[in-house]
């Protein structure tokens, strides 16, 4: 049964991916010039050159078999070249892609840690005047446009304040070689010589951009906790429960906690597509060396064989994290898990 | 003294057309040891008198009572870990959806034992405890007709059958060895044989245990070959209350007439393959209740005085509501 749920969802996984894959390659031809310098990424050509690309390519092939060694270089590695930079596009987006994780994984992670317990909070004091001031809360962290609160932000902490550094991902004193692309990782693996005040540094660049994703984030996690425990607690099984003797506290935490997280840890997963287009407008804000940052940078310059590829790299991921997530929360949750009504 | 003593319950819902009385001044009384029907259409408000009187009822939800009392315990005014240490310990109840009483999450096994009371295990070790939990569970299980306990206590509700689950519910109900049952439609979707052995375990329980069941039902056949007393409910009122066996044999209220000539078992002067007499049209919604006797728009005797509420009459302990019931006819 739980082979089976796997099997399933990586058959939905590879679909998903190959779709994926076949409207990349239909951009090679959508964006306006030479779908061969699109898809390569190298311009002014020489006639000679150009004819060799196009051989290798197989431009003089069907689109089918143009498509399949399309599909072989993406596998191997080899996305193109980017306009703008002549620099491989594979090897840009794994500097770039690391940085926007590290970005969204911090802001995922408080968000659940806030959103999470005050969701609980709010949805046992339903109608109450703190669950009242709660919601208030959240529908204004939620309705705030996150370029405006990054924009407040630097401008209370770091103009101000001065608490803050304005921009950037690590002072430009400390010089970390790219071996992960995140951040502390990479701290820890370089030997320069005050690995803990690039730490320190790298906390402070990374507070403002955080707390910006947090706010709308939490606000979601929130409301969708709190929905969920009021739901479930006024389910007729805890009601039932009370009957059977349990005491509140039993209650709550044996059956109220859990069966209230379960149906939503899918959609914390959805979360984290949402939050990875908010780390896009933040990054540009912070100057934040991501994905979002390159891929808008990519855009200004109509750097088509970049758009294709950075769009291809932040796709494929928020579709494995959304997957994966939704696997574990049916791996967990015994009423998904196994066939439904399978009566003994 | 009764056991539970309910008098002019009335419950308001509030709907989109304002205040809705969802029970209108409801009396019900149960005694020790007796077995006490509760009848009614469906949709004649027969759960919502259960959750009232275990407290299961939304908070924005006006309930108003002269006397709603357990013991001579006052329900409505006692402070909640008063009622839940009641509910604990002296009332069990089961609700009408079986599968859906029990949390989805957890097996069978674990949500039998935790209602095991702490003091029934005291007397061991606490690394004893489950073992000796595991086993009453068991015992309980065998108890109530589940054999095969191995299979179950392992399942989670969506994998077994709505009348496991019923009797499951049944076996959860026992464990604190309460003084009234309240089971809101226990024998519902069962299979004939299934159905006896649950009619057979609950009586069973009464007469070993003296215990108190309020049965709640719309089985008329397995009702009168259990219960002493019914009371029968229509649209959210008591319309007549009294001993089984006058019930039947003769009705005061045109409703409880209608029913029970519904269920042709009950009448032995029936002549074959005549038509069923019952009631002309469905019960009213909630949002469209007839003022007075809110039986009135169906009832065939229904006489002017009728748009006026009926009080509540008797004959002995033969209790009734209604203008012109059925005795006049005899005169
Ligand atoms: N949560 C609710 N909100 C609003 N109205 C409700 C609610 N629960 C029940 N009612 C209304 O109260 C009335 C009585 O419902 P109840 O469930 O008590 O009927 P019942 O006699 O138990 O019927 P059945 O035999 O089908 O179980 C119905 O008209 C129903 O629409
Ligand atoms: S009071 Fe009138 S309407 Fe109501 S049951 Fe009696 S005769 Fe019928
Ligand atoms: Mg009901």
Known sequence: MMLTQIIRKFNLLILTLFVLSILSFLLVYLFPGDPLVNLTGLENLSPEAHQKLAEIHGFDHSYFYQYWLYLTNLLEGEWGFSFSSGNPLWREIMQTLPASMELSAYALLFSLLIGVPFGFIAGFQHYKLSDYSLLTASVVGYSIPVFWLSLILILVFSLQLGWFPLSGRLSLLYDIPHQTGFIFIDIFLSDVEFKNDAAKSAVQHLILPTLSLTIVTASIIFRLTRRSVIDVMSSQYIQTAYTRGLSGLQVVMRHGVRNALLPIIPLFGMQFAVLLTNAMIVEVIFSWPGIGNWLIQAIFQRDYPAIRAGMLAVSTLVIILTVCTDLLANLINPALSGDRRAQI | ?331
């Open chain 2, 1 to 331: 003294m009764a056991l539970l003593d309910i008098k002019n319950l009335t419950l308001e819902i509030s709907g989109s057309t304002g205040w809705m009385k969802a029970l209108d001044k409801v009396n019900l009384r149960i005694e020790e040891g007796e077995i006490r029907a509760l009848v009614g259409e469906s949709g004649s408000g027969k759960s919502l008198i259960v959750r009232a009187i275990v407290g299961a009822i939304p908070d924005n939800w006006r309930i108003t009572a002269d006397r709603l009392t357990w013991r001579g315990r006052d329900l409505l005014t006692i402070s909640r870990s008063e009622r839940r240490k009641i509910m604990r310990s002296e009332i069990a109840v089961i609700f009408q959806n079986p599968v859906s009483s029990l949390d989805p999450s957890a097996t069978l096994g674990e949500q039998l034992m935790e209602s095991i009371p702490r003091q029934i295990v005291a007397d061991t070790w606490f690394w004893q405890r489950r073992k000796k939990r595991l086993q009453i569970a068991i015992k309980l299980l065998h108890k109530v007709g589940i054999k095969d306990h191995q299979k179950y206590l392992h399942a989670y509700p969506h994998q077994i059958a709505d009348d496991i689950a019923q009797k499951f519910l049944i076996a959860c109900a026992l464990v604190s060895s309460p003084q009234l049952l309240i089971a809101d439609d226990p024998t519902r979707g069962m299979e004939i044989t299934t159905k006896i052995q649950v009619l057979k375990l609950l009586s069973q329980l009464n007469k070993t245990r003296n215990l108190s069941i309020l049965f709640v039902s719309h089985d008329l056949l397995a009702i009168s070959s259990m219960a002493n007393k019914m009371t029968v409910l229509y649209c959210g009122q008591t319309v007549e209350d009294g001993k089984m066996v006058q019930l039947r044999k003769r009705p005061l209220h045109p409703y409880t007439k209608a029913l029970l000539d519904s269920a042709p078992s009950f009448r032995k002067d029936l002549p074959p393959k005549s038509p069923l007499t019952t009631l002309d049209g469905t019960i009213p919604t909630l949002q469209h209740l007839p003022i007075g006797c809110r039986l009135g728009p169906r009832c065939p005797r229904a006489q002017k005085e009728c748009v006026k509420v009926p009080e509540l009459r008797h004959v002995q302990d033969h209790f009734y509501s209604c203008h012109f019931p059925l005795i006049r006819e005899k005169e």
